[in-house]
């Protein structure tokens, strides 16, 4: 067991000297890693703006929503009062006008007959 961890180990350093990268390439990756956080940090910005908008607009759709019923509401009261301010069968202005006439008229006549 000790043969094959000691194995493993020289292998491990043997084969880990391939990989050296040059100054310029560490630069490049640490530049990349750099660029990539800062897109990070922008796309989780971009995230709590999304979520505070969608609060947002849920509240904006209450609002809405309340808004209509009371619109409904309004619309139900002023029915109800436009049926109380039209004018009954009785409250015609031709209907009075022959009441005065024939209040006039009938009298007239009857006196007219009595001679």
């Known amino acids: ?11 491990n350093f043997v084969f880990s000297q391939q990989n050296c990268f040059s100054d310029e390439e560490v630069k490049g990756i640490f530049s ?3 660029e990539l956080q800062y897109k990070d940090s922008l796309n989780l910005k971009i995230q709590e703006n999304l979520k505070i908008q969608l ?6 759709t209450k609002n809405d929503s309340l808004i209509i019923i009371e619109l409904e509401t309004q619309l139900k009261l002023k029915d ?13 202005k031709y209907l009075w006008f022959g009441y005065g006439v024939s209040a006039i008229l009938i009298p007239i006549w009857a006196i007219g007959q009595i001679k």
Do not use: A, F, R
């Not at 067991?1 to 292998?11: A, H, T, V, W, Y």
């Not at 609060?55 to 904006?60: A, F, W």
């Not at 109800?80 to 015609?92: A, F, G, R």
């Open 1 to 11: 067991m000790k043969n094959l961890l000691i194995i493993i180990l020289i292998i």
């Open 32 to 34: 990349g890693i750099k």
């Open 55 to 60: 609060k947002n607009s849920e509240m904006i």
């Open 80 to 92: 109800n009062l436009i049926k109380e301010v039209t004018p009954k069968w009785y409250e015609n």
